[in-house]
């Protein structure tokens, strides 16, 4: 008597505005990648490779901060099917090594905080953003809260929304610095307005 196997249960769809799965790089799953390698050259090359997939997975997932007591165990830096991750001293590390391409920074000035900004778009670039949205939409001349920009109906399917308060803030205030924009209030309902 043959017997017939059910077809394996089909995953649930994904969300539309889900990102869905990240593609590690291939170098993610070999083990040498999750060992800090000792010869200098080696290392920085390393370190590289790293930053640049800390980068592209936070933009795939729009994480702005990382959490430095939790990310050893995320799946950023810990792969369960080859049983390596990298090591809290080594995360630190490359954050660092992030931090003086201006990649990262930590959100406590003494650089030895928890929570670090991970800049997968720098703050001038979120500038541009801003100054475009503005522009397309007709904002020019008027304000706008943070929240409107971060939370608002009118953001929503840009890439403004969802953006973090605090990187937000650093490209309202290169605006500023430009001239475009004057912010204004109380730091829990600041306004902006735009030149």
Known sequence: MASTASPAPKPPPQPADSPGPFPFPRAYHFPAFFTRQTNLTTHHAQLSKWSALVLAYARHHRIFRLHLSAAADSDLFSNRRIHRRLSPADIRDLLDFMRRDGRAEYLDAKDSGDVVFVHWRM??????????YVEDSGQKGGVLTLYELTEG???KGTQLNG???QVLLKALNILV?????QIFGQEDSLGVKFF
Do not use: L
């Open 163 to 165: 953006i973090d308060s």
């Open 123 to 132: 703050p001038d670039e979120w500038a541009a953003i801003v100054e475009a």
């Open 177 to 181: 610095k430009r001239g475009k924009a």
């Open 153 to 155: 109906e009118a953001t």
